[in-house]
């Protein structure tokens, strides 16, 4: 999954700043101190000035004329102030550091939860056609790399700004010919500095490309150990984490051949103007045409205003990091969300659990129409089987029902009411899904029964989990329902998980209980318990069951066989078997009674 396919249409720049315009107070405060702390910073070379003065012209001083006519009194007054201006700096220099830091650990906070809260309002065809290890990357990588920048990089351009206009006005006006040597540089700098970012830009827009191409595949592989381990494939998936590490190494190695060599440069160019102070400069006092006083303030202030140039490079570089991530976290809350919850609510308790296809056309992304004018009703309080081959579209039906995708058009009702209407999260919570592939969480086995059902006491989660005919293994696992499943459940088996996801449903309480192919993947004794399970809940309640293994449906009210986006027979299991149609054919194969 990229995030580099859509140009933005604004700087990075701006869109990071828009991004954090509700720190605008803080940015306000972090960078009054930047200032004074860096306008207190170059007051030393001032007082280095105006001492040599003291010492060399005494009573004809510059601060004579104001009034401090003893030496002893002139130094007195310059180490007064040279305390109050130290003092000051470091003052502002703790409140800036304070200050940006706090920012950046705000801005980082916001923009994720911000981007986060983004990603789950989008429909599921995203994540099923990208990578979570890319996600990830710019959940977290990228966003920290935004923090560094925030820390370090903005108080640094700031300072820069500052000494560049303070100290070049001070010596344009003290001694305008000499400074025009010391100004000759900085074009020739800030020119080069703009070269280097165009070539540096893309390279680490690459970089982050590279860094996500990694995290995906470090995720896919701890995720897969198992296969991993059992085709005995550790030395070819090392070998292709090899090449997308050295991908990574290439990509950074390339950036660092131009940023590396951005410093060097600065430092020839800095070094012409001090030189060229430090001759023209000298020669003008030892005529006397230049105070001595001013001369040691200018040969102290040139270094103040050009070797703070050298960091330019590394801070450059930080930006283009920053910005290079900023553009890719703000590109993926550029991502349209495409599903929108209306504002009729309504409450899971109170709905009688009626559902009706009308007139539905769907597709995925990028694949021909699945359902054309597909119509289905689904009386509240019954039971209905859907068998079909793979692909036929059973399971998205219930993504459809759920709203995890936008139909094209037609209408999906829940008890007459349309369901693009109902708020998102009131829709979803008059269903409960238990699906063949079961997700639990990292956490007690507790944990993952109340899932969704916070306000669960733990008897209600016993009560649940005695309902799925789980609470046996439960209480003789180690710690019981304390016990940690793992991450997505490794620890338990199959069965033992898809029990754990029947309670979580049963817990949920809700009017319209799904059962994806729950029962494809389990044994006979689990496939059992859990049919038992279900004869003990569903009454009051809607169940829609797809199944693979047709003895599970054999007793629902009615029974749909679904083939290429279509029903083609529909009935009671007595009824399609007597059509000895499709049905009959799956149930014969089933059976092993099918004489090929």
């Not at 306000?28 to 030393?44: E, G, I, M």
């Not at 659990?353 to 007139?359: D, M, Q, R, S």
């Not at 209480?475 to 898809?498: I, M, N, Y």
């Not at 309480?509 to 569903?538: G, H, M, P, W």
Request: with cysteine.
């Amino acid at each position: 999954m990229k995030f580099s396919g859509r140009k933005p249409k604004r700087s990075s720049l701006i869109r990071l700043i828009e991004s954090l315009r509700d720190q605008r107070r803080s940015i306000v405060f972090a960078t009054s101190c930047s200032l004074l702390n860096k306008l207190f910073d170059l007051a030393p070379p001032v007082l280095i000035g105006l001492a040599v003065d003291v010492v060399s012209m005494e009573q004809d001083s510059w601060l004579s004329g104001i009034g401090y006519k003893t030496v002893p009194i002139q130094l007195a007054f310059l180490a007064i102030l040279s305390f109050l201006i130290w003092s000051a700096e470091s003052l502002f220099e703790y409140l800036y550091g304070v200050l940006w830091r706090n920012l950046a650990q705000t801005a980082q906070h916001n923009l994720r939860i911000k981007a986060y809260s983004h990603l789950q309002k989008l429909e599921m065809s995203y994540f099923e056609g990208g990578s979570s290890g890319q996600i990830m990357a710019v959940l977290n990588d990228d966003i920290n790399q935004l923090e560094r920048f925030l820390d370090h990089g903005a108080n640094q351009i700031l300072q820069l700004t500052t000494t560049v206009l303070l100290v070049g006005g001070a010596m344009a006006i003290i001694a305008p010919g000499i400074a025009f040597l010391s100004f000759i540089p900085i074009p020739l700098i800030l020119f080069g500095s703009i070269y280097f970012q165009k070539l540096l830009s893309p390279r680490y827009r690459d970089i982050r490309d590279k860094a996500g191409d990694l995290a995906a595949r470090l995720s896919n592989n701890l995720g897969g150990m198992q296969t991993i381990k059992s085709f005995a494939t550790e030395e070819w998936e090392l070998e292709r984490m090899r090449i997308d590490s050295q991908a990574y190494r290439n990509s950074n190695r390339k950036a660092i051949l131009f940023s590396a060599a951005f410093i060097p440069l600065i430092r020839f160019a800095i070094l012409f103007a001090f030189l060229s102070i430090l001759v023209l400069g000298g020669l003008q006092a030892w005529n006397g045409t230049l105070a001595i006083g001013t001369y040691s303030f200018l040969v102290f202030i040139t270094q103040r205003l050009l070797w703070p140039l050298t960091t330019l490079g590394q801070t450059l570089d930080e930006y283009q990091r920053s910005m290079a991530s900023t553009n890719r976290v703000l590109d993926l809350l550029d991502v349209p969300i495409t599903t929108f919850g209306g504002l009729n609510r309504i409450s899971s308790g109170e709905i009688s659990g009626e559902i009706k296809f009308t007139n539905v056309d769907f597709n995925y992304k990028d694949r021909d129409l699945l359902l054309e004018g597909f119509n289905l009703d689904i009386k509240a309080g019954s039971s209905l089987g859907i068998v079909g081959n793979t692909g036929s579209g059973k399971s998205t039906l219930v993504k459809l029902m759920l709203r995890l995708y936008p139909i094209n058009s037609g209408n999906i009702y829940l008890d007459g009411i349309p369901v693009d209407s109902l708020d998102l999260t009131d829709l979803r919570k008059c269903f409960s899904l238990v699906s063949q592939e079961v997700y639990l969480f990292y956490g007690t086995v507790a944990d993952n029964i109340s899932y969704g059902t916070p306000q669960a006491s733990h008897d209600d989660v016993i009560k649940a989990a005695e309902l799925a005919e789980a609470r046996e293994f439960i209480e003789e696992l180690p710690q019981g329902f304390d016990t940690l499943v793992g991450e997505r459940g490794q620890r338990l088996s199959g069965g033992q998980r898809q029990r754990i996801a029947l309670a979580r449903a049963i817990l949920k309480d809700a009017k319209i209980l799904i059962l994806d192919e729950a029962t494809a993947a389990v044994d006979n004794e689990t496939e059992a318990a859990i049919q038992r399970s279900l004869d003990r809940i569903t009454t009051n309640r809607t169940i829609i069951a797809i199944a693979h293994r047709l003895s599970t449906i054999r007793n629902v009210d009615s029974i749909i066989v679904m083939d290429k986006g279509r029903i083609i027979e529909k009935g009671t299991h007595d009824y399609l078997l007597g059509l000895n149609g499709a049905y009959s054919d799956l149930w014969r194969v089933q059976a092993g009674l099918r004489q090929d």
